[in-house]
């Protein structure tokens, strides 16, 4: 069974940081574009920020952009979310999802591409 794997969650005060990784259980993630979600309590799942199969292609959304950098060592078989300068706003379940398709020079900000998640990390940020 494909599994992803989201850590590094936890609280942390506003203006603080985390950095949150996502690592696969029996598959690679080469050759693949790895999205990065959050859903916060009552809300619909969001996209934050993408990166294509070799770091090459990136794409922030305008909330995350400045402050959140998204990474993968393919080496390491894993990718990473950075986020600095977190907020209370910032707070939430957060997903790490892989889109399928091979070697793409970009990726894509559409949820419905991303076809294998994992089952998300919480990220607590206090005022």
């Known amino acids: 069974q494909l599994e992803l794997v989201e850590s590094g969650g936890g609280l942390v005060q506003a203006g603080g940081s985390l950095k949150l990784s996502c690592a696969p259980s029996?598959?690679?993630?080469?050759?693949?574009?790895i999205g990065w979600f959050r859903q916060a309590p009552g809300k619909e799942r969001e996209v934050l920020s993408c990166?294509?199969?070799?770091?090459?292609?990136?794409m922030y959304v305008d909330s995350v952009k400045g402050r959140f950098t998204i990474s993968r060592d393919n080496a390491k078989n894993t990718a990473y979310l950075q986020m600095n300068s977190l907020k209370p706003e910032d707070t939430a379940v957060y997903f790490c999802?892989?889109?399928?398709?091979?070697?793409?020079?970009?990726?894509?900000?559409?949820?419905?591409?991303?076809?294998?998640w994992g089952r998300g990390t919480q990220v607590t940020v206090s005022s």
């Open positions: 990166i294509n199969h070799n770091g090459g292609g990136t």
């Open positions: 999802a892989v889109d399928w398709r091979p070697s793409l020079d970009f990726c894509s900000v559409a949820e419905e591409q991303y076809a294998t």
């Open positions: 029996g598959f690679t993630l080469v050759g693949s574009a």
